[in-house]
């Protein structure tokens, strides 16, 4: 559910009284832009695949050095 923020049109401000002629409703703006699933799930395999790639290297690295 968004939450919704009064604003003003440039055009319905008046300057001389300071105040807002006809206020509308907008959805509050956030820091983070709003992303899909697709692209969250996307990015949580990256994620994943990079762990498990030094995850693997590691394992390399520790046979290589008891050998």
Do not use: H, N, Y
Request: aromatic residues 6%.
């Amino acid at each position: 559910m968004a939450v919704l923020i009064p604003a003003c049109r440039e055009a319905d401000l008046d300057p001389a009284a300071g105040m807002c002629t006809e206020v509308i409703w907008i959805p509050q703006p956030s820091l983070l832009p709003e992303l899909p699933v697709e692209d969250a799930q996307a990015i949580g395999a990256s994620i994943a695949l990079l762990w498990a790639t030094a995850f693997a290297f590691r394992l390399i690295r520790k046979q290589l050095q008891q050998s």
